[in-house]
């Protein structure tokens, strides 16, 4: 191989994509299959493709400033358009590229496809801002770029609740240098080696683990089975036990059983005066009111009432739930 055909063969083998591990819609398969027929740059190409990129960007100036020949003006816009199609090869033969970044964020809650398309967008900004008077690769450069808009993409859509881009820079420093104490300790860290390892206090290293931990789906399956879900075990604080709800049912049938030897209009007064119907206990006035009698008739209609109630008959049926 001469020079040429090496380096395209060391750039293949630096974008060489395994995806086998990701799902994939035939969408992003067909998108994989197209980017794959575009040949890889050498470094030589990639300056190539900057330097006329460059030239198209100062023909756009000068025409913005005015030219009157028309030979020039059609020369200029013809240097435009090939700066154009200058920057959407170097675009299009970098796309593995955004690919190979993109994998290694798979299952932080966004999808791959979105991933590839926010990579995208990182990678017309290095495109854009590449300078290839430093002397360095465009993959290189344009590494960053992708990454950035890749986590920035999982800080902003990847969560729930969402998390600032600052600190899911923090979260991802925090657990690499984990990982590595792991590695070497053969244990989990202590939140104080964390600490220590990335020269922060404990209390800073406890407050990002509490912004990284995900909320869970009540929905969740859980079990071998899958056959319950997380919220089947969260107790609701505001229900009743299923004893008292029990117990609370009885009451009410027992209730309504005596209310039944009293008359419709007397049963109304005791529900209004106990709270019975909306847990507010009227007063005498207020239900007075509200049958069109006075406070000392309804008065005598509950005393009259509760007499019955008070019968041995009766009262026994209630005594078990007034202890």
């Known amino acids: 191989l001469d020079k040429k055909e090496a380096a395209k063969a060391e750039a293949a083998a630096a974008h060489n994509i395994d995806i086998s591990q990701i799902e994939m819609d035939d969408s992003i398969s067909l998108y994989l299959k197209e980017i794959g027929r575009v040949p890889l740059l050498t470094a030589a190409e990639e300056v190539e493709l900057a330097k006329r990129m460059e030239r198209g960007q100062l023909a756009q100036q000068r025409l913005e400033e005015g030219v009157e020949d028309p030979i020039e003006r059609e020369y200029l816009l013809w240097v435009v358009r090939d700066g154009e199609r200058a920057q959407e090869h170097l675009i299009k033969a970098n796309s593995r590229l955004v690919v190979s970044v993109a994998k290694k964020y798979v299952g932080r809650g966004v999808p791959f496809l979105d991933l590839i398309q926010e990579g995208n967008i990182g990678l017309i900004r290095a495109v854009n801002k590449f300078d290839y008077r430093r002397g360095y690769k465009f993959s290189t450069y344009a590494t960053w770029w ?48 964390i600490a220590e390892a990335l020269g922060v206090s404990p209390k800073k290293v406890e407050q990002v683990i509490r912004v990284s931990q995900r909320p869970l789906s009540l929905e969740m399956p859980v079990g071998e089975e899958e056959d319950s879900y997380l919220g089947d075990f969260i107790p609701d604080e505001d229900a009743q036990s299923p004893t008292d ?79």
């Open 245 to 323: 709800e029990a117990s609370r049912q009885l009451l009410r049938e027992v209730i309504d059983e005596i209310f039944a030897s009293l008359s419709p209009r007397e049963v109304r007064i005791l529900q209004l005066r106990f709270g019975l119907v909306d847990g507010y206990n009227y007063t005498l006035e207020e239900v007075g009111r509200k049958f069109g009698v006075t406070r000392e008739r309804i008065r005598q209609i509950e005393a009259q009432a509760l007499g019955r109630l008070r019968h041995p008959s009766r009262s026994r049926k209630l005594r078990d739930y007034l202890s």
């Open 146 to 193: 992708i990454r950035q808009a890749v986590t920035r993409a999982i800080a902003d859509q990847g969560r729930t609740i969402r998390v600032p881009v600052h600190m899911y820079e923090q979260i991802n420093r925090l657990t690499r240098t984990s990982r590595q104490l792991v590695q070497e300790l053969g244990r989990e860290p202590t939140t104080e080696e």
